[in-house]
């Protein structure tokens, strides 16, 4: 499977000459499977420039759009995929429990009037929408996976397995959150077992940890600390902090490499880069 990276962000787009290498758009991830069946995980504002690189190389035909929840920085640059507009798209929505009866809502009314000048009901695609209630969903040839995060309001994380190749993206989760909402530790150790290739949140650094307690998201030290624990083969840092500069994350990733050959870790890592593209298998 193929991995592009549209937004790398959380929170809030956040453009500017401190941002532009790691990118400076809201969460956005593009897998293209072996047969070709492409899956779009969350709708920041990455997804533009995906929609326009889609309808420029003719890419036509179903789109497969994963929905990790519906905060604004997941699902704010929906209404400017360019596919939606037109007719020789077909959009298939997926959500998992609890998020699923909350994204099709949300979706639909932040295109009301007030909001945006484009009602939903004037898109000119098929949209439909498919709650994940079975425990695995086969899509193509790959087999997809939803856990519950800790994050408030709900948020899942999603593994993608395709010929014994393993993708975990699990953003907007609190690894050691004061009450499990979601997952425990040992539950996401499993899940992320083995993976090729873990993208998880790493928003925060350790000493800031203190005051964002119950806000959903991970430090850097605790994502590395899943990735040894679950024996990731690859940790990719994400959903970087807004106000995290470009040099204050390579200053961090290379302090993570420095552990990894200390500890004789077998491990890549590397924090996401919008643009950035990778192949599994």
Request: hydrophobic content about 35%.
């Amino acid at each position: 499977m193929k991995v592009t990276f549209w937004g790398t962000r959380g929170s809030i787009p956040s453009p500017g000459q401190e941002t532009i290498r790691y990118g400076g758009n809201t969460t956005c991830l593009e897998v293209e499977l072996n047969d070709g069946t492409l899956i779009i995980i969350d709708a920041g504002t990455g997804i533009k420039k995906l929609g326009q690189h889609i309808v420029s190389n003719s890419r036509v035909g179903k789109i497969n759009i994963f929905f990790t929840h519906s905060h604004w920085d997941h699902i704010q640059g929906f209404p400017l995929f360019a596919p939606a507009y037109l007719e020789e798209y077909d959009i298939e929505i997926f959500g998992c429990e609890p998020v699923f009866h909350n994204v099709q809502e949300i979706l639909t009314n932040q295109m009301d009037a007030r909001y945006f000048p484009v009602r939903f009901s004037n898109l000119k695609a098929k949209i439909n929408f498919h709650e994940i209630r079975q425990e695995k969903l086969v899509l193509g040839d790959a087999v997809i996976d939803c856990i519950k995060n800790n994050h408030p309001g709900g948020a899942n994380g999603f593994k993608i397995t395709e010929n014994g190749k393993t993708l975990v993206f699990i953003t907007d989760n609190e690894l050691h959150a004061p009450e499990n909402s979601g997952s425990s530790w040992q539950e996401f150790v499993d899940f992320c077992r083995g993976a090729d290739m873990l993208i998880h949140d790493s928003h925060y650094r350790a000493d800031e940890l203190e005051n964002v307690t119950g806000w959903g998201h991970s430090s850097f030290e605790q994502a590395f600390e899943l990735a040894i624990a679950a024996r990731a083969k690859e940790l990719l840092f994400f959903h970087h902090d807004p106000d995290r500069t470009d040099d204050e994350i390579d200053e961090i990733v290379k302090g993570f490499r420095k552990t990894i050959k200390k500890m004789g870790l077998d491990m890549k890592l590397d924090a996401a880069i919008e643009g950035t593209k990778y192949r599994i298998g």
